[in-house]
């Protein structure tokens, strides 16, 4: 990891600050042992950000227990820092409009943010949403009316450093739905293979009729690391996707399969992820599949939902895609049916299904965690897509 020390003098410039100020206000008060607590806190918010500086968290030597820790250690900064902040911006409005109760109103709401942030880091992770989804197609074959398919994706195995029952209780809870096929849309792991070698057993325990298929996502191309070189870079590569064989996946790189019922068909295509960032654009519709205009019904996996406008909608006539990603940025706030994320700034399509005419994309917010260890109110999400013939 890259550490810009500018930014973390400024950020320590300020933290001081604020936490100077408050032990001031809070001796002043005379609340004395308030001071030393928040004193406390302070320190370790210090020791916290110098012990993950001084760590070469790219490294591809660092083992992954370490580079979790490291994520544990970094999100208990922030939720020491955020709730202060926002604990002093309430503070500092109550001074301007309720001065008896500023104090009481930003502790409720520092308390509230902490609270908030550590259920999203404890409790909300190993919880799961099983989303059920129907969508109608003009073109669907009969046969194929009714067809069932869990979508799983972005499982960042790495994040649960080696707890094996959060990833049991999604995989008994795809093949309890008992679907026709399942589709991994990317992101199995978060920097390199061996994170998923301890769950290599649970993923080989899912099972439908038509298959397991999968591709892979940025984060299955091992960038998030240092190599000192290429080549084990490559190999890492190619040990993921043996791995996805191993456990009796079929991994679609740029490839299609086709799925028969009697005389009728489907075709499921596969392509390397195609993302919205320089370099990220390896896959390739036109390799995976020739006839992209056929008279085929069509789905296409793909991990990242930015190419169904930049690629699939106007380069083919695939019918269906299914994509990950966004994870809705582990942050989502639901009312009803609204929902709001800070990835709806970046991603036009970013949760649930979307369409254009006739043609569907589904985004699952996957079940895992990269960077920050926590979701706050994006579940983690299985989906069963069921197929309908539009009558």
């Known amino acids: 990891m890259k550490i810009h020390w500018l930014g973390l003098i400024i950020m320590a410039v300020l933290c001081i600050a604020m936490d100077v100020y408050i032990c001031r206000r809070l001796s002043r008060n005379g609340y004395r042992m308030a001071m030393w607590f928040n004193a406390l806190l302070a320190a370790l918010s210090a020791g916290l950000v110098i012990a993950i500086g001084v760590m070469p968290m790219s490294s591809?030597?660092?083992?992954?227990?370490?580079?979790?820790?490291?994520?544990?250690m970094l999100y208990t900064f922030f939720s020491i820092l955020a709730p202060k902040t926002l604990g002093m911006l309430v503070y500092g409005i109550g001074r301007w409009t309720i001065r008896r109760w500023a104090a009481l109103c930003s502790f409720i709401v520092a308390a509230l943010v902490f609270g908030v942030m550590w259920w999203g880091a404890i409790v909300t992770p190993g919880t799961l949403e099983v989303k059920e989804v129907e969508l109608e197609f003009a073109n669907l074959p009969d046969a194929f009316d009714g067809y069932r398919i869990v979508q799983w994706?972005?499982?960042?195995?790495?994040?649960?450093?080696?707890?094996?029952?959060?990833?049991?209780?999604?995989?008994?809870?795809?093949?309890?739905?008992?679907?026709?096929?399942?589709?991994?849309?990317?992101?199995?792991?978060s920097r390199e293979t061996n994170e998923a070698l301890p769950y290599l057993?649970?993923?080989?325990?899912?099972?439908?009729?038509?298959?397991?298929?999968?591709?892979?996502?940025?984060?299955?191309?091992?960038?998030y690391v240092l190599w000192e070189d290429e080549k084990d870079k490559l190999e890492d590569r190619k040990a993921l996707c043996d791995l996805q064989a191993a456990a009796?996946?079929?991994?679609?790189?740029?490839?299609?399969?086709?799925?028969?019922?009697?005389?009728?068909q489907i075709v499921l295509i596969g392509t390397e992820n195609y993302g919205d960032r320089p370099g990220e654009k390896q896959g390739s519709l036109v390799k995976?599949?020739?006839?992209?205009?056929?008279?085929?019904?069509?789905?296409?996996?793909?991990?990242?939902?930015?190419?169904?406008?930049?690629?699939?909608?106007?380069?083919?006539?695939?019918?269906?895609?299914?994509?990950?990603?966004?994870?809705a940025w582990q942050f989502m706030v639901k009312?009803?049916?609204w929902r709001w994320s800070p990835a709806s700034m970046r991603y036009p399509e970013w949760v649930g299904a979307y369409n254009e005419g006739n043609r569907w994309l589904y985004v699952n917010i996957g079940t895992g965690m990269v960077g920050p260890p926590m979701r706050i109110g994006a579940t983690p999400e299985i989906t069963l897509i069921t197929l309908k013939k539009k009558k």
């Open 201 to 223: 057993d649970l993923l080989a325990r899912l099972h439908a009729p038509d298959g397991v298929y999968s591709v892979l996502g940025n984060h299955d191309y091992d960038n």
């Open 335 to 337: 009312l009803g049916n």
């Open 153 to 189: 994706s972005d499982a960042h195995l790495g994040t649960y450093n080696g707890r094996t029952a959060i990833v049991e209780k999604q995989i008994d809870a795809i093949n309890d739905l008992k679907a026709d096929m399942i589709c991994f849309t990317g992101d199995l792991v």
């Open 248 to 264: 009796g996946w079929r991994l679609l790189n740029d490839e299609y399969a086709v799925i028969k019922r009697g005389d009728q």
């Open 60 to 72: 591809a030597t660092m083992p992954n227990s370490t580079f979790a820790a490291c994520q544990y």
């Open 288 to 327: 995976a599949y020739s006839g992209l205009k056929d008279g085929n019904f069509k789905i296409q996996l793909q991990h990242n939902p930015y190419a169904w406008r930049a690629n699939t909608l106007t380069n083919s006539n695939i019918d269906l895609m299914l994509a990950g990603h966004t994870h």
